[in-house]
């Protein structure tokens, strides 16, 4: 097996009053075996941590699993958190997954990340092939996800050991926080040390994790007496005085650490443990760390302590060479120094090995480590600040003479004052650059804000402000706010550089619910721009944050000034597409008729529309997609969901781009009928939403389509409690929502049998929506609701709103909202007349793609004739009703259609056919027949059936094809299709 170790695998020496963490070592490794005497099992991955402060012998026990892990034959993966590496994002995941990849070619090394290579190659410092990619966090954490599952299934059993985990940069600690719950379905165990006093106060999701975790974290505490004793002798002899070893465990306070110091220094001064040596002991426990440790390190002469200042700058595994050169900085003997060079260096290297100060690194060559972080941070902290700074603008220096990872040379420039160095600006912004790449805004934004205070010059502040915007965009939107406005005010601005900056100003003013304001400053820029292109891109931004407001002042004015707009473009480039999309949607929403809504679309599609274009946005997409569903052609919804998805997941955006398109290519299945199907593509897109750091909108949308979806199912106490644990319809969101947030919650209290509630609520949204003069009833069923709550109290109001939603669905033309229409209408009507609209409402919900309404329809239907007595008739409605119910994972409608059916006397029948989305052969001729023209008599006579018989044949196609007879053309050419 591959090893992947990182650093020697030995006991250096046997572990003292550590019995209870070997042996959940033990255990935790015996859980990774693939059998146990000779029985085959599954392995168990798991998670195991050791806490406690420094000098306790965390890292030896990690040295302990290291050996034990490589004594079964594991394989092994380890990294270390760095005290001043901690900028450097991925660090900890690098040393990890790094020796492994290293050993592949570069072919290998592709055919192995596959199509995540960009997305994880900048976090795992590969060379990325296409620069301009910056994935999203998610997106990466996704891809490191994948590649350590990867590892492990080619290496397993694991053992992924993390030192100084308190020390790990920001990235890796969030990267392992998240993955560490996956390890119990792999070969996989993770051991972790920390400090857990120094854990950053933003690591909470991994201090949740470890706390939380069913094994809890091994606190270490001091040796006790013995223990020490145990060490001391075991370094002078066994004749060592009984009351010189309780001083030593008194001076070190138990800790391993110190004590194991102190008696390697006990032995090379050939102390021998009476009570008269006290006083050198005391002398030598000095010397272990603070203060005691300086002195030592003084009296092995300038030069030497001039390469440790410099290793202790450098951090981590260091190389000598680079040490070497920055030992000169600041000495008054520079030039001879510099000429001495490698001798004084090896000078230092020899003396600080010999006082264990120093040994050899895990690094690359030979490279050197301090042998424990406490003395590191001691040297460090003991470094004149003036010669300090020197040393790490060297050390910058040096990085950027070597062409190295600009990380590198930032991460020390952020430890040098501010000097007006357009050579620092430069480096910093690379070093953005190549964050923003490896998916670590945070630690962009460290950096560009580093490069802001520098400052750079005039020229290049504003694109510099807007770097630091698109660094903030995802974690702090409100910054992005303030960075743009201050760009926008520099002059001399580069016009696409304006455009771009405007762009992402109003979008981070959406974010942050402010889509007034983000109207308005499109608007202003529109007014402004001399160019013909930015000003119809800044148009088309103030439409879209117009038609998304929920408070807009003159909604018809706009649709006018949309509509004027529209018709004199073609759709030659890509802003005059989105004006298009735009008023595609427009046109939907107002309820105009469907083939104008399509018209605008397929023209705004004609040239394309990229759901990642950064500086479009993709909510235009998103709406001319799902037009297509409203339209009664979800098949060309799904398809371009499909596209769209894949778009975003092959750019390694995977956070509220992903989150939104799981949960409304949900909501599409939903308004097709496919309930179980819909309610898990919402969840999976709620469960993404919830990972990504203001994800909100996201969120928002999946919560309304899985209450909606619950409801559907039956199942109004799971909604209930969906709703209340995201106060769902206690606040109203200032962006326009889909479906509308206070139309489904109308919905639940419906459910729920808290019809006045309801129907004040359903009131204001048809105010709402009134006064913006949108009436589409397939876009907000408000009226139909409010029907239904009104039905009791006030039938002739309910009779009224009913018949308006009738006819505004007749306006708009899609068969599915005239026949969810007819069936409101119908349940309010009383009298004969209930059961031709009834009739009327199948005869058009058979003609849609809509499974669930249409069996809804149905049980309606025929309920109603068994009151009338028609029993024929109505078994056949409720038995197509409960087969449709049950089909769409509809119970509560399967339930009801069984209890009609059993009140009537009669008893459900086995189901005719399984539930699929294959079409039959009858029903793929009689698809092909009708795509060509062919009316329902011609079909009937070629199958050999009547024209009911034809008609219920085209109705399982619609349904399962997805799409109503004016698509069925272009359904047939791409049907079957994989779901994304």
């Known amino acids: 097996m591959a090893d992947g170790l990182r650093q020697p695998i030995t006991e250096q020496r046997p572990l003292l009053e550590r019995d209870q963490e070997l042996e959940a070592i033990d255990c935790a490794l015996s859980e990774l075996r693939d059998a146990v005497e000779g029985v085959p099992r599954a392995p168990r991955g798991g998670l195991l941590a050791f806490t406690g402060e420094g000098g306790l012998g965390k890292t030896t026990l990690i040295a302990a699993a290291r050996a034990r892990a490589a004594a079964h034959g594991f394989t092994v993966f380890s990294g270390k958190g760095g005290e001043k590496e901690q900028g450097l994002a991925f660090r900890v995941v690098r040393q990890l997954m790094q020796p492994t990849l290293a050993r592949m070619s570069e072919t290998e090394r592709r055919a192995f990340l596959g199509s995540w290579y960009d997305i994880v190659g900048a976090a795992l410092g590969l060379e990325a092939t296409d620069p301009a990619r910056m994935p999203d966090p998610t997106g990466v954490r996704d891809g490191l996800d994948w590649v350590m599952t990867r590892l492990t299934t080619m290496n397993a059993p694991v053992v992924l050991l993390l030192d100084d985990v308190h020390w790990a940069d920001a990235e890796s600690l969030d990267w392992i926080a998240s993955f560490a719950p996956r390890v119990a379905d792999l070969p996989l165990l993770i051991v972790v040390a920390y400090r857990p006093d120094e854990l950053p106060s933003d690591a909470t999701s991994f201090r949740t994790l470890v706390e939380r975790h069913e094994k809890r974290p091994h606190l270490l505490s001091p040796l006790g007496e013995a223990g020490v004793a145990r060490i001391i002798r075991d370094q002078v002899g066994e004749e060592a005085e009984d009351e010189f070893c309780a001083e030593c465990w008194e001076v070190t306070g138990g800790s391993p650490f110190e004590a194991v110091e102190l008696a390697i220094r006990l032995r090379e001064r050939q102390v021998k443990g009476t009570q008269d040596e006290l006083p050198v002991m005391r002398e030598l426990a000095a010397a272990v760390k603070g203060p005691g440790l300086i002195e030592r390190l003084k009296r092995l002469g300038p030069s030497t302590v001039r390469f440790a200042w410099a290793a202790a700058v450098l951090g981590g595994s260091f190389s000598p060479e680079l040490a070497a050169d920055m030992m000169v900085v600041g000495s008054e003997e520079a030039a001879d120094m510099a000429v001495l060079g490698s001798e004084e260096a090896a000078e230092a290297i020899e003396k600080l090995r010999a006082c264990r100060i120093l040994a050899d690194g895990d690094g690359p060559g030979d490279s050197l480590q301090f042998v424990h972080p406490l003395i590191a941070t001691t040297i460090y902290r003991a470094i004149p600040s003036s010669l300090r ?270 989150a939104q398109g799981q949960t409304l290519l949900g909501y599409i299945r939903y308004r097709r009928g496919c309930l179980l199907e819909a309610e898990e593509l919402v969840r999976a897109g709620l469960d993404t939403a919830e990972r990504v750091e203001g994800a909100v909108p996201a969120q928002w949308f999946a919560i309304g389509i899985l209450i909606q979806s619950l409801l559907a199912r039956g199942r109004t106490a799971d909604a209930r409690r969906l709703a209340d644990s995201h106060h769902y319809g206690d606040v109203v969101p200032n962006a326009v929502i889909f479906p509308d947030p206070r139309t489904v919650y109308a919905e639940l209290l419906l459910a729920e049998g808290r019809l006045p509630e309801a129907a004040r609520l359903l009131s204001d949204v048809g105010n709402w929506l009134q006064a913006r003069d949108w009436r589409n009833p397939t876009w907000c069923p408000w009226q139909l609701h409010l029907a239904s709550a009104l039905a009791r109290t006030a039938p002739d109001q309910a009779v009224r709103h009913a018949q308006d939603a009738v006819k505004r669905a007749r306006d708009f033309g899609a068969a599915s909202a005239i026949g969810q229409a007819l069936h409101t209408l119908a349940a309010v009507t009383d009298g004969p007349a209930a059961l031709d609209l009834y009739a009327e409402a199948v005869d058009h919900l058979q003609r849609s793609p809509a499974a669930y309404e249409l069996a809804r329809a149905l049980v309606g239907h025929g309920a109603a004739l068994i009151r009338k007595g028609n029993l024929q008739e109505a078994a056949d409605r409720l038995y197509e009703g409960l087969e449709g119910a049950v089909h769409c994972g509809a119970e509560a409608l399967a339930v009801r259609a069984r209890e009609e059916l059993s009140a009537a006397g009669l008893r459900p029948l086995p189901l005719r056919y399984a539930q699929t989305d294959t079409l039959t052969v009858s029903e793929h001729k009689a698809a092909e027949m009708t795509a060509q023209g062919h009316p329902v008599a011609v079909v009937a006579k070629e199958l050999r059936l009547r024209e009911q018989g034809v008609r219920q044949l085209l109705s399982a196609v619609y349904r399962k094809i997805g799409t109503d007879a004016a698509g069925l053309v272009s359904a047939l050419e791409s049907f079957p299709r994989q779901l994304p």
């Not at 502040?461 to 915007?469: I, K, S």
């Not at 303030?482 to 974010?511: F, M, N």
């Not at 004199?568 to 309820?591: F, P, Q, S």
Request: net charge positive; charged share 30%; with cysteine.
């Open 389 to 658: 700074v020197g040393m790490h603008n060297a050390a910058a220096y040096a990085a950027q003479v070597a062409r190295s990872d600009p990380t590198i040379a930032a991460r020390h420039l952020l430890e040098v004052p501010c000097d007006g160095s357009p050579e620092a600006v430069a480096c910093l912004r690379a070093a953005g650059r190549e964050h923003l790449r490896a998916g670590a805004p945070e630690a962009a934004r460290r950096v560009l804000a580093r490069a802001l205070r520098e400052p750079p010059p005039a020229e290049d502040r504003a694109e510099l402000l807007h770097e630091l915007a698109c660094s903030t965009f995802l974690i702090d939107p409100k910054a992005t706010v303030r960075h743009l406005r201050k760009a926008l005010k520099e002059s001399g601005i580069d016009p696409d550089l304006r455009a771009s900056i405007v762009y992402r100003l109003t979008q981070a003013l959406a974010h942050t619910d402010e889509l007034t304001e983000a109207a308005t400053v499109a608007a202003d820029e529109a007014r402004r721009a001399a160019n013909p292109r930015v000003k119809l891109r800044m148009q088309a931004d103030h439409f879209v944050w117009s038609a998304f407001r929920t408070d807009e002042p003159d909604s018809s004015a706009r649709s006018r000034r949309l509509a004027r707009l529209a018709d004199k473009l073609t759709g030659r480039g890509l802003e005059e597409r989105y004006i298009l999309g735009l008023r595609a949607w427009d046109t939907l929403v107002r309820g105009e008729p469907r083939r104008t809504a399509l018209g605008y679309a397929e023209q705004a599609l004609r040239g394309g529309m990229s759901w990642t274009d950064e500086n479009h946005g993709f909510e235009v997409p998103v709406a001319v997609a799902l037009l297509f569903m409203y339209c009664d052609q979800p098949w060309r919804a799904e398809e371009l969901f499909a596209k769209g998805m894949a778009e975003c997941k092959h750019k390694g955006w995977r956070g509220s781009h992903l």
